[in-house]
């Protein structure tokens, strides 16, 4: 009995493994604006964070299309699928909790 109801769990957990997606949020900053930098993405959960310099990443900004700064994207399996721009002032005015609610939202989209 015990070993069916092992192999249940390992299955179960197989299961839930490819139906979880590849979150990843991309911070897209700049030295001459550090001041504007997010400082909650290190608290954000269930995503994948990364940080990108755009002084020294011109190559990435262009191949993204980045205009402002700062500006963050939302890939789920390395499609982008959301972006957030900094305003006039170089400010992105989006809470913590606006970002986390974007990322718990496509937690929950089916995987492809």
């Keep these: 009995m015990m070993n069916k109801f092992l192999i249940l ?3 179960l957990a197989i299961a839930s493994a490819s139906e979880r997606k590849d979150i990843t949020v991309v911070e897209y ?3 001459w604006n550090s001041s504007n930098q997010i400082a909650f993405m290190d608290s954000l959960s269930n995503v994948k964070v990364e940080r990108v310099n755009t002084c020294e990443n011109v190559d990435l900004v262009i191949k993204n299309n980045v205009i ?5 994207i939302f890939y789920v399996d390395s499609t982008e699928v ?12 989006s ?6 609610k974007i990322i718990n939202e496509l937690n929950t ?3 492809k």
């Excluded at 402002?68 to 963050?72: D, E, G, I, M």
């Design 29 to 31: 900053w700049a030295v």
């Design 68 to 72: 402002v700064v700062p500006t963050l």
């Design 95 to 100: 809470t913590r909790e606006e970002v986390q």
């Design 9 to 11: 769990l390992a299955s």
């Design 82 to 93: 959301k972006r957030l721009e900094g305003d006039l002032s170089f400010t992105l005015k």
């Design 109 to 111: 989209l089916p995987k």
